[in-house]
């Protein structure tokens, strides 16, 4: 089965601070990891995937980075945190083969005041 | 471009049948996908549909596929209160990575 891990599950920041999330997998190794958000009232946006260790494809542009250094952990970071970063960070990886289908970590609100 | 979209939202009396309507853009997509997510939760998949086919029925789901409109439809049967969620419409373009492109959810409230 696959089981995502994601810590913290809530998480208040004031602006200009370093943010540290961390995603955990269990299930088949190498697989395909994925960092979405959540804006409030939005749909989901890709932010980072990754199809190995040390591979990082970065989406969207931003103040944000992305790390893999085990097969199966997966670290969103960012040196000095926005308002705009405030949402919600979802964790997902892919079964591969079959349906490619994505299983989502339980996710980390992000409050930025 | 990816693009994909759906109305945000819907009401339903409880026991009626709920329709939730998605458009997309890529008609290269292989697998379309509905999640649920309930409030301050993660994603759940629900159901998917390989783009070969026209529907798919999984208990009270029905997936509609119409290709050429790239119009996709989630129908629940008998929607209970527990149903009360935001449904979330996902497309995979071809890239070869697989990420999902999302719309930005339809919130169902079922109401007795």
């Known amino acids: 089965s696959q089981t995502i891990h994601q810590w913290p599950a809530t998480l208040v920041q004031p602006v200009g601070s370093p943010l540290s999330l961390e995603c955990t997998v269990e299930?088949?190794?190498?697989?395909?990891l994925y960092w979405y958000r959540q804006a409030a009232g939005r749909g989901l946006q890709l932010l980072f995937y990754?199809?190995?260790?040390?591979?990082i494809s970065s989406e969207v542009p931003q103040n944000l980075s992305a790390s893999r250094p085990q097969d199966r952990q997966f670290i969103l970071s960012s040196k000095k945190l926005l308002l705009s970063d405030s949402g919600f960070y979802l964790c997902?990886?892919?079964?591969?083969?079959?349906?490619?289908?994505?299983?989502f970590g339980p996710g980390t609100r992000l409050t930025v005041l | 471009g990816e693009d994909v979209e759906q109305s945000l939202f819907l009401s339903v009396r409880e026991g009626d049948s709920s329709v939730i309507n998605c458009t997309y853009t890529?008609?290269?997509?292989?697998?379309l996908y509905w999640y649920k997510q309930e409030p301050g939760a993660g994603l759940q998949l629900l159901t998917y549909?390989?783009?070969?086919?026209d529907m798919k029925q999984d208990q009270r789901l029905t997936v509609l596929l119409n290709k050429k409109d790239k119009h996709l439809s989630l129908r629940i049967a008998d929607t209970q209160t527990g149903d009360s969620a935001i449904y979330f419409c996902?497309?995979?373009?071809?890239?070869?990575?697989?990420?999902?492109?999302f719309g930005a959810g339809t919130r169902l409230a079922v109401h007795p």
């Open positions: 990754s199809v190995g260790i040390g591979q």
């Open positions: 997902a990886q892919i079964l591969a083969g079959g349906t490619d289908t994505q299983y």
């Open positions: 299930g088949t190794s190498n697989p395909n």
């Open positions: 890529d008609s290269s997509s292989t697998y």
């Open positions: 549909i390989f783009s070969n086919m």
């Open positions: 996902a497309e995979t373009p071809g890239g070869g990575y697989n990420k999902l492109i």
